[in-house]
């Protein structure tokens, strides 16, 4: 039996309709392997997503890869901070390093901030956050005030700290006028009380800044626990405890970590509190205003010693940071 096909016949008053192309050569005008079943397979090129994320690497390279290989590659060199020719010394750095008394109670300060600072930078914001949290009447205008210390410039801030606290400063001239004290206190002239001024100025200046990280994690804990556990009769306390610390221990791990990170690099407390020395006789230098000593002065500076240190340094942070992903994954466990 014969099929005759024939053409259709146009309805008489209706507009005839215009044939789009046939499939075959619709694909035949998408490129390459777009024209498979669908056009998204061709973004599924292997080489895509590096072309995407080539000036990202880019940057990483240029700014992060090498400047820390420069900086292995000159802890084994004399080189001096105006350049010049620079001779390979291999360990000699690293062996100065070892026998150097300033370098150690440079590590003694960093290491000492960072146990002060972080369990009180962990906790404190925490509170403020649990504090603020509530809808109430002008709460607004706390958690800005809070912030503010976020938006100043550290300079900015140790300018005003150091006001506050000289021997003629705010603190002292209250605290004498309300026959507290007989004489000043020496917060910028006592290597310790200097050290905790400093770490003062950090928290003051970071308790906004994780006060917001707290917030968003607040939000993620289920209001209905804390209703019911205030219906079995639990108190704050309690539910701070049971219920809060718990929603946000990831949170808190995170806070830890930069903090910890932080006050390792900590430079510009010591540098406006200290008057540029870092304290009475260099006592309160941090390791990196340490590698700024040794390493930059353009006269006695050794950038190949400096870079010994700051690869030190390095180590001492890559490590603490090993740490806390450690005891995070046994938290998560």
């Not at 003629?168 to 310790?192: C, M, Y």
């Amino acid at each position: 039996m014969t099929v005759q096909i024939t053409k259709p016949v146009p309805v008489p008053g209706t507009k005839p309709s215009v044939p789009g192309p046939a499939p075959s050569r619709l694909r035949a005008l998408l490129p390459g392997p777009a024209a498979g079943a669908n056009g998204a397979a061709m973004y599924r090129r292997w080489w895509l997503p590096w072309l995407w994320t080539a000036p990202a690497i880019g940057c990483a390279v240029v700014f992060g890869v090498f400047p820390f290989l420069n900086t292995v590659l000159l802890s084994f060199t004399d080189a001096k901070p105006l350049g010049g020719a620079a001779s390979f010394v291999g360990l000699d750095n690293y062996t100065r390093m070892l026998d150097d008394s300033d370098f150690w109670l440079a590590t003694r300060n960093s290491v000492l901030y960072a146990v002060i600072v972080v369990p009180l930078m962990v906790l404190l914001p925490l509170l403020l956050a649990v504090l603020v949290e509530k809808n109430l009447p002008g709460i607004g205008f706390f958690r800005s005030a809070f912030y503010t210390p976020v938006l100043a410039s550290s300079v900015v801030v140790g300018l005003s700290w150091q006001w506050l606290l000289a021997d003629d400063g705010l603190v002292n001239t209250w605290l004498e006028k309300a026959h507290l004290i007989r004489s000043a206190i020496p917060f910028l002239s006592d290597s310790w009380l200097i050290l905790l001024s400093a770490m003062g100025l950090t928290l003051w200046k970071g308790l906004g800044w994780y006060m917001v990280f707290y917030l968003a994690a607040l939000g993620n804990v289920p209001k209905e626990l804390h209703e019911a556990a205030q219906m079995d009769g639990a108190g704050a306390v309690r539910r701070f405890w049971h219920i809060t610390i718990p929603g946000v221990r990831q949170a808190m791990m995170l806070v830890g970590t930069l903090t910890g990170i932080g006050s390792l690099r900590v430079f510009t407390e010591i540098y406006m509190l200290g008057s540029s020395t870092g304290g009475p006789g260099g006592a309160d230098r941090t390791l990196p205003f340490y590698i700024r000593d040794v390493g930059l002065d353009p006269i006695t500076g050794n950038a190949g010693y400096g870079s010994a240190v700051s690869v030190a340094l390095f180590a001492l942070t890559l490590g603490l940071t090993l740490l806390a992903q450690r005891l995070t994954k046994e938290d998560e466990s």
